[in-house]
């Protein structure tokens, strides 16, 4: 069975201070994992998807096989970063559209 | 071009009623799944419609089903409500080649009274 786990439910920060947001996976085959976020009153929406390997709004991931694992990593965080983040795994070999997702982590940048 | 829509935003029932939600994909987009948020358990697969068909099934009971439209279109209904099922309920689409991004509704909150 696939599952991600993000071990941190809020994680507060000072506006230019480094974020790093944990992501961790099971799964026995070939997983594609996302970001998605969802600001405030907003509907969810993708952040960034490990195989196109961009940089999205200063965000950037890289998928560690060996460790499992799916960070999300800023530099210099923003107040308008402040939303709830969840890490998403789909299978790769399945033609469906399955996401299984992380309880998400809430990210407040204070001032 | 208009995205996900979810009709209608919000519910209230009564247990043991049944209820239908509605999901209008963004055009040219195949695939529906459905969600269910809820704050105990987040964020959860319940199906996913390609082209009419159920392509995948998440771990819920048989009194949530759905279905595809030939435009596209997808409804889930959920019978015999039951407190629990109190919940968010998101619509996401996408083209349904392979994996690929999925676009979520605003959702439609249920509340089983």
């Known amino acids: 069975a696939q599952r991600v786990t993000q071990p941190e439910k809020l994680l507060s920060v000072f506006k230019g201070a480094p974020v790093e947001l944990k992501c961790n996976y099971s799964y026995s085959g070939s997983p594609e994992l996302f970001w998605y976020v969802q600001y405030s009153r907003q509907r969810l929406q993708l952040l960034l998807r490990h195989i196109s390997r961009e940089s999205i709004k200063g965000f950037t991931a890289d998928l560690n096989k060996g460790e499992t694992s799916f960070h999300l990593k800023k530099p210099f965080a923003q107040e308008e970063d402040s939303a709830m983040y969840y890490c998403?795994?789909?299978?790769?070999?399945?033609?469906?559209?399955?996401?299984?997702f992380g309880g998400g982590t809430r990210l407040m940048v204070k001032p | 071009k208009a995205g996900v829509t979810q009709t209608p935003r919000y519910l209230i029932k009564t247990r043991g009623q049944q209820v239908t939600l509605s999901c209008s994909p963004i055009?040219?987009?195949?695939?529906v799944s459905w969600y269910q948020q809820t704050p105990g358990q987040g964020l959860q697969f319940l199906f996913e419609?390609?082209?009419?068909?159920?392509?995948n099934k998440g771990n819920f009971p048989g009194r949530f089903s759905g279905r595809q439209f030939s435009n596209s279109r997808s409804e889930m209904n959920v019978s015999t409500l039951e407190l629990g099922d109190s919940a968010l309920y998101l619509c996401?689409?996408?083209?349904?080649?392979?994996?690929?991004?999925?676009?979520f509704g605003q959702g439609t909150r249920l509340t089983v009274v």
């Open positions: 419609y390609f082209s009419e068909t159920q392509r």
């Open positions: 055009s040219g987009h195949r695939s």
């Open positions: 998403a795994l789909s299978n790769f070999n399945n033609a469906g559209n399955m996401l299984t």
């Open positions: 996401a689409s996408s083209l349904g080649d392979r994996v690929g991004e999925a676009f």
